[in-house]
């Protein structure tokens, strides 16, 4: 069942982005994260959202800060919501595990996606995450505490959830 619900992530997010969008909480309690990400870039730096979904509240809090924001996600109805609330800013619809953008950013985020993704695919973004950094790049993901799966539900279907030990991570 994991394997099979890693593999149905986007489809989850294409089908139920109105509920997503409705759900989704606006309070923004990864402000003090977002903080610390934002203190460490460049002034206007370029940042790079790795599974985007709907830019509210994260990519709109960045866009805020006065980041030119590249958002990036596999699930075309999550970007289009994006397109509408932010239009002069730039969304492309890929899946992460394939990101090659031939370009580099001054900080990538991967917030609350990163964790949607098997441990094979999670060691390998690491090669895609190496390709669009430069020197200095930061990177902000969201992980578990220990290696492991957890599911979860969102719209009455199984949300998949892993996580890599932490020295993995280093």
């Given at each position: 069942?994991?394997n099979?619900?890693?593999?149905n992530?986007?489809?989850?997010?294409?089908?139920h982005?109105?509920?997503?969008?409705?759900?989704?909480?606006?309070?923004l309690?990864?402000k003090?994260?977002?903080?610390?990400?934002?203190?460490?870039?460049?002034?206007?730096?370029?940042?790079?959202d790795?599974?985007?979904?709907?830019g509210?509240?994260?990519?709109?809090?960045?866009?805020r800060?006065?980041?030119q924001?590249?958002?990036?996600?596999?699930?075309?109805?999550?970007?289009e919501?994006?397109?509408?609330?932010?239009?002069?800013r730039?969304?492309?619809?890929?899946?992460?595990?394939?990101?090659?953008?031939?370009?580099?950013?001054d900080g990538?985020?991967?917030w609350?996606?990163?964790?949607?993704?098997?441990h094979?695919?999670?060691?390998s973004?690491?090669?895609?995450f190496?390709?669009?950094s430069?020197?200095?790049?930061?990177?902000?993901?969201?992980?578990?505490?220990?290696?492991?799966?957890?599911?979860?539900?969102?719209a009455?279907?199984?949300?998949f959830?892993?996580?890599?030990a932490?020295?993995?991570y280093?």
């Amino acid at each position: 069942m994991s394997n099979s619900a890693a593999q149905n992530i986007l489809s989850i997010y294409q089908r139920h982005a109105q509920t997503f969008a409705e759900q989704r909480s606006q309070a923004l309690f990864e402000k003090s994260w977002l903080e610390k990400f934002a203190h460490q870039l460049p002034d206007k730096g370029n940042i790079i959202d790795i599974g985007c979904g709907n830019g509210q509240p994260i990519a709109g809090w960045l866009i805020r800060q006065g980041f030119q924001l590249t958002g990036v996600d596999g699930a075309s109805a999550m970007l289009e919501r994006a397109r509408q609330q932010f239009p002069t800013r730039r969304w492309i619809q890929q899946d992460m595990r394939q990101l090659s953008l031939g370009e580099t950013f001054d900080g990538l985020l991967a917030w609350d996606s990163f964790f949607h993704l098997a441990h094979e695919d999670q060691r390998s973004m690491f090669d895609r995450f190496a390709e669009h950094s430069h020197a200095g790049s930061v990177l902000m993901f969201t992980s578990g505490t220990h290696h492991g799966i957890a599911m979860g539900q969102f719209a009455g279907e199984p949300l998949f959830h892993a996580s890599l030990a932490p020295d993995e991570y280093r």
